[in-house]
């Protein structure tokens, strides 16, 4: 009788093993001993595959930033290109909330994650930003844009003047109004929408 054979491993295989893990533990999941248990291996199986720690989360990060369409930032106009973007980018990270505290802190060079920040600063530099304002550029979009998922991370609504209405009346009239929205998601898209169309109404670089 043959011997039965080891299930082959893949980098990508293994890359989604350790996000599954990383959404259901957060920045714990995020280790070689865990991610083998998962897989049923020996640790030392998965370094025939991805060298070390690092590059395991930078392969998680390319799994999640694969789901961002940077095409339009090329293809079309500079608002509308950030526009669209900027809610892909929301979108991918908004199915794997737990992967940003892991992510931001760690430094990033994942070549797909660099494509399309290439996408961002050759669009950005052609309606004049020049090099030294990209990355502060680049970081307040996507500081707004993580937060904004954060955001939807926690509790539909953060804050409940309930029985203060007296002294903030204003605060509660405005509270009141969270009743003719998605009880899901009464403030958070919202806010997400009226911010993006904030910073790029101002996404232009200044004219003197």
Sequence with gaps: M??????????????????????????????IRRVADRLKVHPTSLYNHVPNLAA?????????????????????????????????????????????????????????LMSQYEDFAVAAERVGWTSDDILPLLTAFESFILGSVLDMSGPSVMFDPTGQEEDVPRFAAAYATLSDHDPGDPVATRAFELGLSLLITGARPRVD
């Excluded at 054979?5 to 957060?26: C, F, H, N, W």
């Design 2 to 31: 043959p011997r039965p054979t080891q299930p082959k491993l893949s980098r990508e295989q293994i890359a989604r093993a350790a996000l599954a893990l990383v959404d259901r533990d957060g920045s714990e999941g995020a280790s």
């Design 56 to 112: 395991l989360i930078e392969d998680v990060r390319a799994l999640v930033s694969s789901r961002i369409d940077s095409s339009a930032l090329r293809d079309r106009e500079w608002e509308e290109g950030l526009l669209l973007w900027a809610r892909s980018y929301r979108d991918a990270f908004r199915r794997h909330p737990k992967t940003i505290p892991l992510l931001m802190s760690h430094r990033s060079s994942a070549p797909l």
